[in-house]
Nanobody, 119 residues
Framework: QVQLVESGGGLVQAGGSLRLSCAASGRTFSIYAMGWFRQAAGKERERVAAITWSGGSTYYRDSVKGRFTISRDNAKNTVYLQMNSLKPEDTSIYYC????????????WGQGTQVSVSS
């Protein structure tokens, strides 16, 4: 299986930036795509962004388009989420996840990293 560990979360002011990292290990050859999800208190988990491992095709949730950028470094088995112009509504626990077969059923998840944005 694939193991994932996120880092880079923290507390920032509205309008600020953070860069999240997710390092993958284990059976990384199985990865089809990597995604970033978030779940705020009292809300459903939502997919923020995703990227295919080979081609680098990206997906973004409408609410983060133009502000967030997902990227990957295949050699380092690492995916990043650059978050700019952060808003209080971006406050959430952010999770990295791996789609292992192209089904969008993300079978491997990281432990999460907290992002808090103050107004």
């Amino acid at each position: 299986q694939v193991q994932l560990v996120e880092s880079g979360g923290g507390l920032v002011q509205a309008g600020g930036s953070l860069r999240l990292s997710c390092a993958a290990s284990g059976r990384t050859f199985s990865i089809y795509a990597m995604g970033w999800f978030r779940q705020a208190a009292g809300k459903e988990r939502e997919r923020v962004a995703a990227i295919t491992w080979s081609g680098g095709s990206t997906y973004y949730r409408d609410s983060v388009k133009g502000r967030f950028t997902i990227s990957r470094d295949n050699a380092k088995n690492t995916v990043y989420l650059q978050m700019n112009s952060l808003k209080p509504e971006d406050t959430s626990i952010y999770y990295c996840a791996a789609d292992l077969d192209g089904s969008s059923r993300y079978g491997s998840w990281g432990q999460g990293t907290q992002v808090s944005v103050s107004s």
